[in-house]
């Protein structure tokens, strides 16, 4: 049997799978990972910007450098999903996968029309007062920056407007504990796309009952996982969806 075939065959005799993506799933739309090497963003930018300490302390260069590279994500926000997100929704639909738990802010998997979507790491679309809590949408933060409000500040309170994305150092959100429950219930997770290196979210695969890597490159959780398969994401999901059927056609 080859990867696919195995991977296919998990997917159809596990009762619950879930799946946990990273930013290597929407490179195939454009949008630039982290840590792939030459094209990742952090080849072009400081990863300490991007914190909840530089965005208490130094705000204004929180915006001025950290929204770069949050464009750079949601410049994206054009981006369309892509055939793995595509055929992710469709495995949902067709009940082969429960649940998608994805450290990604780009929101192509709801845009491809998958519906239960951990978004771990939050989103680009919303945004919120650090004071007061009101809550503003990114394209409302982004338009105050460009009018030259730098930090944005709340209409109803003047604190500080951040956006709804997890920095590093921020506590995960509630949802996080979610998806914990739901990887804890079920029989596969399947990870693709992650370099598996940001916690708390590696965390989730130890806690799964036997997980499946489909990542370009080599993670260190490879050894310990149930099948490794060094491929893209789109060609990888596309060739077990195939397989899915097959089976189906067997049945
Ligand atoms: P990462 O950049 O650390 O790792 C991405 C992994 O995906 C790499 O190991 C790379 O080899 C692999 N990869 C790249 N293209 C691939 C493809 N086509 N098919 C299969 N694998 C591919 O990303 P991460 O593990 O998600 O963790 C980093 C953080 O990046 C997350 O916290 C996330 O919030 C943030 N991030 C999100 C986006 C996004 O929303 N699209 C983009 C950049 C960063």
Same mark, same amino acid.
């Given at each position: ?80 999903? /892509? ?39 939050? /989103? ?24 030259g409000q ?10 500080i407007i ?39 979210? /590696? ?49």
């Amino acid at each position: 049997m080859n990867e696919a075939q195995k991977i296919a065959k998990e997917i159809f005799e596990s009762k619950k799978v879930c799946v946990l993506t990273g930013a290597g799933i929407s490179t195939e739309s454009g949008v630039p990972d982290f840590r792939s090497p030459g094209t990742g963003l952090w080849t072009k930018f400081d990863p300490s910007i991007l914190s909840a300490d530089m965005l208490l302390n130094n705000p204004e260069r929180f915006y001025r450098k950290g929204l770069e590279i949050l464009k750079s994500i949601g410049e994206v926000r054009n981006a369309k999903p /892509n055939i793995g997100h595509k055929i992710l929704a469709k495995l949902e639909k067709e009940k082969y996968i429960d649940c998608i738990i994805t450290q990604n802010i780009d929101g192509l998997h709801k845009k491809a029309g998958s519906e239960n979507v951990y978004e771990a790491h939050g /989103n680009l679309r919303d945004a919120y007062c650090i004071t007061c809590g009101k809550e503003y949408s990114f394209a409302g933060l982004t338009g105050k920056i460009e009018n030259g409000q730098i930090p944005p500040l709340c209409d109803e309170c003047g604190g500080i407007i951040r956006p709804g994305v997890v920095l590093f150092g921020d506590p995960l959100p509630e949802i996080y504990e979610e998806a914990i429950k739901e990887v804890k219930k079920s029989n596969l997770l399947l990870v693709i796309g992650s370099s598996l290196e940001v916690s708390p979210v /590696n965390y989730l695969p130890d806690l799964s009952t036997k997980y499946i890597i489909i990542n370009k490159e080599k993670t260190a959780f490879d050894r310990a996982a149930h099948i490794v398969w060094h491929q893209k994401a789109g060609n990888a999901l596309k060739m077990i969806y195939k397989e899915i059927k097959k089976h189906e056609e067997k049945d």
